[in-house]
C-alpha cells in the first residue's frame, strides 16, 4: 500500500477539466510545500509536470496546475485533450523518506 | 538526445542476484544526483536508492538496505544498481531517474522507461 492516497481512476471528456486528489498526513503533503506530480503514458518514461505543489517545469502546457489545502494536494488538468489520457502520480517529501509517491490514477479521457 | 536507457532486468529466482545498469546520454551525468525508483505489478511507485554526483552519498530504502548497491562510473555515463537475496517481493519495473538540479527536494525531472526484474522460482 503507498503511503500517498491517489482515486484509481478518474474519467472526463475532451474540453473539460479534472481534478486528481492526493492525500497524505502532516509529515508529508500537509507539512511541506514540496509535492510533485508525474505523467506517464503506457509503457513510456514518467514525466516531470508539477514540483513544490503548484510550478510548472519548462515545456509543460499551463493547462496543468497544482494546488494544496491541508493534507490533500491537486493537480487539476483544464481543458482536457485526448493525448492526456495516462496514469498520473503524485509525490512529496516525508520525514522518514526522501520522497514517497502515490498509488496513481487512471485518467480516461472519453 | 537527453534520455535514461535501462537494461539488465530478467527473470531471477528468489535468493538470487542482478545488476540493472542506466546508460545516461545528452547531458552531463557527473553533475546529477541519481535515483532508482521501482514499480511492482498494479502498484504506485516506490522510491529505491540515491547517490550523490561523485558516488560519496548513498542512500536506501529500508526494504532494501543490506541487499542492494548503489554505484555509478561517471566516466561511463553509467548507473548501476546491484541486487542480491532477491525476493518475490523485489518484483517491479525498475526505472532510473535523475533528479532536478538545485532543488533541495526529490523531484524527478528525466526518467528511463524502465527495466523488468521477475522474482520467481
Known amino acids: 500500500q503507498s503511503a500517498l492516497t491517489q482515486p484509481a481512476s478518474v474519467s472526463g471528456s475532451p474540453g473539460q477539466s479534472i481534478t486528481i486528489s492526493c492525500t497524505g498526513t502532516s509529515s508529508d503533503v500537509g507539512g511541506y510545500n514540496y509535492v510533485s506530480w508525474y505523467q506517464q503514458h503506457p509503457g513510456k518514461a514518467p514525466k516531470f509536470m508539477i514540483y513544490d505543489v503548484s510550478y510548472r517545469p519548462s515545456g509543460v502546457s499551463n493547462r496543468f496546475s497544482g494546488s494544496k489545502s491541508g493534507n490533500t494536494a491537486s493537480l487539476t488538468i483544464s481543458g482536457l485533450q485526448a493525448e492526456d489520457e495516462a496514469d498520473y502520480y503524485c509525490?512529496?517529501?516525508?520525514?522518514?523518506?526522501?520522497?514517497?509517491f502515490g498509488g496513481g490514477t487512471k485518467l480516461t479521457v472519453l | 538526445e537527453v534520455q535514461l536507457v535501462e537494461s539488465g532486468g530478467d527473470l531471477v529466482q528468489p535468493g538470487g542476484s542482478l545488476r540493472l545498469s542506466c546508460a545516461a546520454s545528452?547531458?552531463?551525468?557527473?553533475?546529477?544526483?541519481m535515483s532508482w525508483v521501482r514499480q511492482a505489478p498494479g502498484k504506485g511507485l516506490e522510491w529505491v536508492a540515491n547517490?550523490?554526483?561523485?558516488?560519496?552519498?548513498?542512500y536506501y530504502v529500508d526494504s532494501v538496505k543490506g541487499r542492494f548497491t548503489i554505484s555509478r562510473d561517471n566516466a561511463k555515463n553509467s548507473l548501476y544498481l546491484q541486487m542480491s537475496s532477491l525476493r518475490p517481493e523485489d518484483t517491479a519495473v525498475y526505472y532510473c531517474?535523475?533528479?532536478?538540479?538545485?532543488?533541495?527536494?526529490?523531484?524527478?525531472?528525466?526518467w528511463g522507461r524502465g527495466t523488468l526484474v521477475t522474482v520467481s522460482s
Open positions: 531517474a535523475r533528479r532536478l538540479p538545485a532543488s533541495r527536494q526529490w523531484y524527478f525531472d528525466l
Open positions: 509525490s512529496s517529501y516525508t520525514t522518514s523518506s526522501p520522497v514517497v
Open positions: 547517490i550523490k554526483q561523485d558516488g560519496s552519498e548513498k
Open positions: 545528452g547531458f552531463t551525468f557527473s553533475n546529477y544526483w
